[in-house]
């Protein structure tokens, strides 16, 4: 369960001070679908990375599962990213000279599964997203597509309750941007929290909420189909 | 297992630059390792000087030897010796003396070239051994030539680097006047790796400095007793300097030490210890301002490079690490990752420089290696280990200290660009 309330998150200082996000309240119940859409520059992403905690905010309060994690240090973010959140980036994020399975593997380095189980997992989440048989060539070998699922891998290996993906389909084609969207709609019927940062209307509309975003402000916060 | 492979995986995309950074690291180690050990071959006998503890005594050189005296047989030139060192002591003034240690000559493994000193124990109270390994002579040590455990002995230089602690070995004495011989039995106590100084003050001159009180080389120190004096002044041909050391009594009157001071005056040359201490601070600081700069600044440069590549090795890495932040590794971690990484490396170039200073020199010796005299022992693992610590702490404490102001998404950001 996220649940954040009047958030606000600038960058820069003085007269290059630019709000990037501006009293951001927003609840997002376990297993939803959400689409989180703007222009370019509107808040999306910086959004997405503070509920990834992967960046810090000002001003408001921010509730990862009942954790306040305004007040967490580095090394209880990293374990909180490490047990409950899964990312995917557009640009993949892959160790490309290492192989697939230790690409699905990355999360569990940095916990305390053992190297054993770790490797099962991963196999299990390369099953999930059609990599089975890739495990062992490295990444550069792999096309877009499959690198982006290659990252789903790895984002979902670990068992995490939410999956936040900024612009998952920007490096792709229509047809691997569909079949990413529709594993994305496999997880979520399985009971992932899935979060996807988009432009796409094509991609926002698989999803079944949609956030709209503009000056760093929700605008519109409505359930899929209603306008 | 875990920290392992990611160290490992630390590796595996920087082959040639582990490669490059090991050889850098052991090429600095080394210059350092050369740089410390010149200065401290410099310094070592001012320092042992200055700690002897001498400070009321006077170095007093005799000329009344004169160059007859080399034309003296050695057991009537040392008999004149000890007559002129009884004559001293009879002053009021005079304290005590400490006179040169005996020095004679042995076959050792049926070469020639090596040699016995005798230590009394004033001389090993104010000039102590530099042991580098076992212990050193005391009362305790066995100076019986008769003794089947042979005589207690610490050995000096590489002649005897194949000889342990604990050993027995057998010299062979040569008397100055008939053939016959005398084979001993030496035991090592201890050791005094290369470079081996001992006190011979055969030195004589206006100017007298620390370094010209001692020599260096490959001998046997024993503990002097009378009867192993005895002993060898009958089997080989022990030889004393005629230099010596006098303790001026601070308590006695002027007068008598006026009285001391005109003879000596008369007899030869003296020299107080504060003048050879100050004629040593110049010489040395001489010699340190004519042969340490360019160590010093090959050390400067190799610190500065190693600590560069280091962390532009730290930089290459940063995007690896920026995708570790996203699955979930913290600041700490990531940088542990690396300084384990570097560490490593530095261990190994560290193993590499021990082992090269444990056979110096074996590889000099042999003529493998020319370098010029310097100061290497365990202190010398200790200042390597020190160094690699600050070059460790300053490339990875740089890079840290960067990066811990930017959220992960900003390294990540960054690390793209």
Redesign the interface.
Known sequence: MIRVSHLFKSYGTGENKFQALADVNLDIPDGSFVAVQGKSGAGKSTLLHILGCLDDFEKGEYFLDDVNVKNLKDGKLAKLRNQKLGFVLQDFSLINHKSVLFNAMLPMFFNTTPLKEMKQKARNALKTVGLAEQENKTASQLSGGQRQRVAIARAIAGNPSILLADEPTGALDTGTSKQIMELFSKLNRQGLTVIVVTHDDTVAGCCNRKIIIQDGKIIRDSPNGEG | ??FL??IG?FY??NKLSSVVLLILFCAAMLVANFAIGRYRYFTYTQKVFCNSGLDHFVYFMPAGFGPDAITLPPDEYSKKVEDYHRKIKSFHAVRSIISAPWNGSFTFQNAAGSGYTLYRDELLKAFPLRITSGRSLDADSNSDPNSGGGIDAVLCGYLYHNIKIGDTFTVRLHPYKSSQYTDVKIHAIGKMDDPAYTVSLGFGGTKVQADELFDRGSVVILRETPKLLAFLQKNSTPQISENFFIDLNPESTQKERNDCVQYLDRQGRFVTYDKIKTDTEKAVSRTLKQELPMPFFFLFVSTISLISISILFIYKNLR?N????????????CFGYMAAGIGLISVAAGGVNIILMKNIGFLVWNGFLSVDPMIVDQKSILLIVLYELLVLFLSIGIPYTVYRRF????T?RRA?Q
């Open positions: 297992m875990k492979k990611m995986n595996s995309r690896q920026s995708i570790y932040y996203l699955c979930g590794c913290s600041r700490k971690k959220t992960p998404i900003e990540y793209q």
